[in-house]
Nanobody, 121 residues
Framework: QVQLAESGGGLVQAGGSLRLSCAAS????????MGWFRQAPGKERELITA????????YYADSVKGRFTISRDNAKNTVLLQMNSLKPEDTAVYYC??????????????WGQGTQVTVSS
């Protein structure tokens, strides 16, 4: 069982930045592909960015491309999401997710509990 714990959410003005962190409780973190999903009120949960276990070729949804950056530190069992130029439409609960191996499907093996990000206009 892998536990994922997000931190770093909060309230920010449009144009501002936030950095989310996700700490994983596993010694085999380097074997997991990681991702960030988000769910806005009344909408489905969506994948916004993902990074492979090998830390190469990150994926970004068009809605966040150029503004968000995903990174991982396998020595610290941590994945980060740097969010810049935030917009009100980025308001959502953000979830860290892990999948053993690779993102062959969009179904994670593990979810974090979620952290709220609110962007005011």
């Amino acid at each position: 069982q892998v536990q994922l714990a997000e931190s770093g959410g909060g309230l920010v003005q449009a144009g501002g930045s936030l950095r989310l962190s996700c700490a994983a409780s596993t010694r085999t973190f380097a074997l997991y592909a990681m991702g960030w999903f988000r769910q806005a009120p009344g909408k489905e949960r969506e994948l916004i960015t993902a990074i492979s276990a090998r830390d190469d070729n990150p994926y970004y949804a068009d809605s966040v491309k150029g503004r968000f950056t995903i990174s991982r530190d396998n020595a610290k069992n941590t994945v980060l999401l740097q969010m810049n130029s935030l917009k009100p439409e980025d308001t959502a609960v953000y979830y860290c997710a892990a999948r053993l191996g690779s993102w062959t499907t969009l179904k994670p093996d593990y979810w974090g509990q979620g952290t709220q990000v609110t962007v005011s206009s």
